[in-house]
């Protein structure tokens, strides 16, 4: 058997990349002035914050009582809001029966306060132009911009149809733009650089990017409404990020938009119909003209008159505009056969016209199912208010609780490495030198992974996070119990020190690996079935398992490899915590590996059978059975012949 070569030096390289790595992007990102601090972000239960007392008023002339169905959708709104502009660790919940409470860590900008404070905006836009927001990794696709004497054409030659999906042809419109599939870790923006789009849209080359019209468009599906800055905004808009983080534009003006799974980005005209002049959305079942029920799912839209005399007229129009050739056709029909449904700035529906709606009547059918049919009835309900969010108070809330708490829990923690640093020592003597310093290698790697985090996706280091990383001391400790112990049983079963560490660590690794995974796998269901500050625990809990597998893998083990090649350390001193002596290891007979037997002061080795009676190689176990009855018959030999001396002196 071949002993495989070991590198630890090469570990600890690797390791010690990692932290240069690290430490070099936090540094550069401070220098740069992009927003990385040397330090981690804190929730709101550490640094304090600024706190909302919002009450939601139903307004545009609608008289109708907010609900607690309005109360909940606006605190979705609101966090979705938040969540879009970076701000992690916030807290959102409804105060009484009419009031919202809003929480944020730290002071946040001025644009994050006037986002929360504005009411909901929904509209209904005629889509000029629809491109795919994402593409496979090994293609990007490239938007082009030709402009002809009567109309401005946006399009993407190089997109594909395969993500349309099926819609029903009845008479409504057919929920024929929403795609299935999300966005997976292969998928790349189409979004252009700003010197690209620039480029393509400037279709007069004057170096300037007009944001009017070059001529009086007819209605607001007219191509003429693409103009050179609308073209810019649908070409640089990157769908992937905050699903592109944009405010809606004038209701007289083109706006380029992402719908809200990120796969696809529309340039939209000018507002048809208001959302506030919807009635009532509803889900339910969508009827054949027998008025019998398909077993499909939709979403039946009523108008107030005056929304069903704009819905009529822009029915008629986009319905058209069916056979439409002078669009894009990127999604199964033409673009400008599709109307947009725009809440808060994104598309949260964008079906195709299939029928004239004079009534003011209208059902959106699609791939729905009941819980998808009433989530966007409710979105449209929720948006159709529209609802204003009056601010009662605004305050700033201290953390002097929680400052206290947190003091508190770095002496826990500081305490608990303390005692395990002093355990360690008494157990393992020598061995301590390594567990010591795998556990600070761990305390500052875990500090540079939160850090960067907290600059690179806006995590915050909350009370439970704390817990979390405290808790993770026994975890880090845990694995070297685990590592030292293997170790010691290849001492006391008679191997070498450094054989002994060798076959400690191929044992050990196997158990620290499922351990570890068993942590880590509680940490996930944690997070995705908790909310608040428990994901807080659970996420740090996660963090540290797995920095907890790079110590003992890149640190932790090197180190015991390079330690046993010294004299204290591989000649088993009796502080190093290997003594043989001290384990209680077989002093007689010690087996050496490959059947071969050495006998403490015979000078020479005994050789165990390597096969069976059979022919067939013994396995380890075997030739360690072999070896312990060597060492009893050496033993009863030298038993016999002290016996048979004492006798000839009788």
Not at 15 to 44: C, D, E, H, R
Not at 152 to 170: C, L, M
Not at 179 to 188: D, G, I, K, L, N
């Amino acid at each position: 058997m071949t002993t495989q070569k070991r590198h630890p030096w090469r570990a600890l390289f690797t390791l010690i990349f990692i932290f240069v790595l690290g430490t070099a992007s936090l540094v550069v990102g401070k220098l740069t002035n992009k927003g990385a601090s040397y330090t981690p972000s804190l929730a709101l239960d550490l640094q304090g914050g600024t706190q909302l007392i919002l009450t939601p008023v139903a307004s545009g002339g609608v008289d109708r009582e907010v609900t607690e169905n309005d109360i909940t959708e606006a605190i979705n709104i609101i966090r979705q809001r938040i969540d879009a502009s970076g701000v992690s660790e916030s807290e959102i919940s409804s105060l009484g029966s009419s009031n919202i409470s809003v929480s944020i860590p730290g002071t946040p900008s001025q644009e994050t306060l006037n986002l929360i404070r504005s009411s909901s905006q929904m509209n209904f836009r005629p889509v000029l132009a629809m491109l795919p927001a994402v593409t496979q990794s090994q293609s990007n696709p490239t938007p082009s911009a030709t402009d002809s004497s009567d109309q401005t054409q946006v399009n993407n030659p190089e997109a594909s149809a395969s993500s349309t999906p099926s819609a029903s042809e009845s008479a409504a419109p057919s929920e024929s733009a929403s795609p299935s599939a999300s966005a997976s870790p292969s998928t790349v923006s189409t979004a252009l650089s700003a010197e690209r789009a620039r480029e393509l849209a400037d279709q007069n080359k004057d170096g300037q990017l007009s944001d009017t019209p070059t001529e009086q468009p007819q209605n607001n599906s007219d191509l003429k409404w693409a103009t050179e800055q609308a073209i810019y905004d649908l070409y640089t808009l990157d769908c992937t990020t905050g699903r592109g983080g944009r405010t809606e534009a004038p209701a007289d003006k083109p706006y380029a938009a992402c719908d809200s799974n990120g796969q696809i980005k529309y340039l939209l005209g000018p507002v048809d119909v208001s959302g506030s002049e919807l009635s009532k959305a509803t889900a339910g079942m969508v009827m054949n003209s027998q008025g019998h029920s398909t077993g499909e799912w939709g979403v039946d839209l009523t108008f107030n008159a005056e929304g069903t005399k704009q819905f009529a007229e822009a029915s008629k129009r986009l319905y058209d505009l069916r056979n439409d050739t002078q669009s894009g056709k990127n999604y199964g029909k033409p673009d400008r056969n599709h109307f947009a449904v725009v809440l808060d700035g994104q598309v949260i529906t964008a079906p195709s016209m299939n029928a004239e709606i004079p009534t003011g009547t209208a059902q959106i059918t699609g791939n729905f199912t009941a819980k998808s049919a009433a989530a966007l009835a409710n979105q449209l309900s929720f948006g159709s208010l529209p609802l204003n969010f009056e601010v009662q108070s605004e305050q700033q809330i201290s953390a002097t609780l929680g400052s206290e708490h947190l003091e508190k829990g770095l002496w826990a923690g500081l305490v608990g490495l303390v005692l395990v640093v002093l355990y360690m020592i008494w157990q393992y003597r020598g061995l301590a030198i390594i567990s010591a310093g795998s556990l600070v290698v761990a305390g500052c790697l875990t500090y540079l992974v939160i850090t960067v985090l907290s600059w690179a996706v806006g995590y915050r280091l909350s009370l439970a996070g704390i817990a979390g990383l405290i808790v993770s001391v026994g975890v880090t400790a845990d694995s070297f119990i685990v590592y030292f112990e293997r170790i010691r049983d290849e001492v006391r079963d008679g191997r070498p020190l450094s054989a002994a560490v060798d076959e400690g660590w191929d044992r050990a690794k196997r158990t620290i690996l499922v351990s570890d995974a068993v942590n880590l796998v509680a940490a996930v269901v944690l997070y995705i079935l908790a909310v608040g500050g428990v994901q807080g625990f659970a996420f740090t809990l996660g963090v540290t398992t797995v920095v907890d597998l790079i110590v003992i893998f890149l640190f932790t083990h090197p180190m015991m490899e390079l330690l046993i090649r010294t004299e204290f350390f591989g000649g088993g001193h009796k502080l190093s915590g290997l003594d043989p002596e001290h384990l209680g290891a077989r002093s007689a007979v010690t087996y050496a590996g490959r059947g071969r037997v050495v006998v403490s002061g015979a000078g020479s080795a005994s050789s165990t059978p390597e096969t069976n009676a059979e022919g067939q190689p013994l396995s380890l176990a075997e030739r360690k059975r072999a070896a312990r009855l060597a060492e009893q018959e050496s033993q009863e030999a030298e038993d016999n012949t002290s016996s048979e001396q004492a006798g000839e002196e009788q």
